[in-house]
């Protein structure tokens, strides 16, 4: 037990408790995808408390998804290795060697990373990429960025089969072409991850982020809009209050609210534990879409 840990009361435990068991009844058995990138993704003691997070969502009986990206450490191999990057319209080209290195990144490398810490916290946990039993197909993007692709198709079974057993699927989103196709895409894993929650059917979509939520003053987080109904977010876009890089986070929610997920979350990854937070008490964290 840490001091942090044996400064709280008795008391003020049984409360956190009782505030948490419906939340637990409510979650027990429900379909939860996490998108896991950015800050939780790079400071280790965020890592391992996400991590944590994830083993007892699992250990209570919720089905979780944890969908991730990599671009940081794409970017630290690229450098690695001398390649050089090349960008169109601001937006990186990734020709076949790239696509490799994309490969042995996020599949080779990252996702095995994140499987063996959930290992050792007492997870059970299974790592796959887009292309393990054809989860995730895709076609190029109609802009020429090489081998970037979009999602056309989700083939879930494999994921509902692990879920099932008490498994923990990680998803690293490099994708198989459409039939025919054998090409290898790298996919927005934002983008995935809101296409695999609608495809399994999931009772919440959580993408952990470096920022509070959605402000309505960038600079203040104070400001933050902590429930946005989907109908309004046309006049939040209007009057520039989602802009920039939060634009294609709210269309992922979007994306997910349209394909049948009830519950949609952009939560701030760098406080320790917002995933329980969210899940588990009456104030959450971040802004939700619905």
């Given at each position: 037990m840490n001091k942090e840990t044996s400064d709280i009361s008795t008391e003020q435990w049984s409360e956190v408790l009782?505030?948490?068991l419906?939340?637990?009844?409510?979650?027990?058995g429900k379909i939860v995808v996490v998108k896991y990138?950015?800050?939780a993704m790079l400071n280790e003691e965020l890592k391992q408390a996400v991590m944590e997070d994830i083993v007892l969502l699992n250990t209570i009986g919720i089905k979780v998804v944890l969908v991730h990206g990599g671009?940081?450490?794409i970017n630290h191999m690229l450098e690695r290795v001398g390649k050089e990057s090349r960008f169109v319209d601001g937006l990186r080209y990734t020709d076949e060697e790239t696509m490799e290195i994309v490969q042995m990144v996020l599949t080779g490398k990252l996702n095995k990373d994140i499987v063996g810490i959930l290992l050792q916290k007492g997870g059970k946990a299974v790592g796959?990429?887009?292309v393990d039993s054809g989860l995730?197909?895709?076609v190029k993007t109609q802009k020429d960025l090489g081998f970037v692709g979009e999602v056309t198709e989700v083939h879930p079974e494999i994921l509902n089969s692990l879920l099932n057993e008490g498994f923990i699927p990680v998803v690293s989103t490099v994708a198989l072409g459409e039939q025919g196709d054998t090409a290898r895409y790298n996919i927005n894993a934002d983008t995935a991850a809101a296409k695999i929650a609608v495809a399994l059917k999931a009772e919440k979509f959580v993408q952990l982020t470096n920022v509070a939520g959605i402000l309505r003053n960038i600079d203040d987080p104070s400001t933050i809009i902590k429930r946005i109904e989907r109908t309004a977010i046309g006049s939040l876009k209007a009057t520039g209050i989602i802009s920039g890089g939060m634009i294609p986070k709210i269309e992922c929610c979007?994306?997910?609210l349209a394909g049948g997920v009830p519950r949609t979350h952009i939560i701030d990854g760098r406080v320790p534990?917002?995933?329980l937070i969210e899940m588990f008490s009456d104030r959450g964290i971040g802004t939700m879409v619905y």
């Open positions: 009782v505030q948490a419906p939340y637990f009844k409510q979650w027990c990138g950015g800050n671009g940081p450490e796959l990429s887009g995730i197909r895709a979007e994306t997910a534990h917002s995933l």
